[in-house]
């Protein structure tokens, strides 16, 4: 499955890119291509380059993520604590509603 922009398959949001982005730094530092990596090999799902790189700005951008300094021409990015707290969110509330969908349609 690939997550170009808002497409999707008209379900655009249910990958939303930053809570991709925010899992795969969990674990720590990485830069935009072992970022993309992680993230198809742990969800199938793989962020072009555009999602990806408007993704990691916005992150940034509302101190989720910060730039990590560097010696490589690579720029790594880490999660911040406040990053850390809108994942853990974001996943407790996409566990209350995979339990409910299991529920109905009887696969839980």
């Known amino acids: 499955m690939a997550i170009q922009g808002r497409g999707g398959g008209g ?3 249910f990958g939303e890119p ?3 982005v925010l899992l795969s730094l969990s674990d ?4 935009g291509y ?3 990596a992680d993230v198809e090999e742990q969800t199938g799902i793989r962020l072009g380059p555009g999602t990806l790189y408007g993704s990691l ?3 940034v ?4 993520i910060t730039a990590v300094d ?11 604590e406040a990053g850390r707290a809108a994942l853990a969110e974001h996943l407790a509330t996409w566990s209350r ?9 009887g696969t839980a």
């Open 11 to 13: 379900l655009a949001r």
């Open 18 to 20: 930053g809570l991709l």
């Open 28 to 31: 720590g530092p990485k830069h």
């Open 34 to 36: 072992a970022i993309t």
């Open 57 to 59: 700005t916005k992150l």
């Open 61 to 64: 951008d509302r101190g989720l």
């Open 70 to 80: 560097s010696e490589d021409r690579r720029r790594p990015y880490e999660i911040t």
């Open 97 to 105: 509603i995979t339990r409910v969908g299991a529920l109905r349609l």
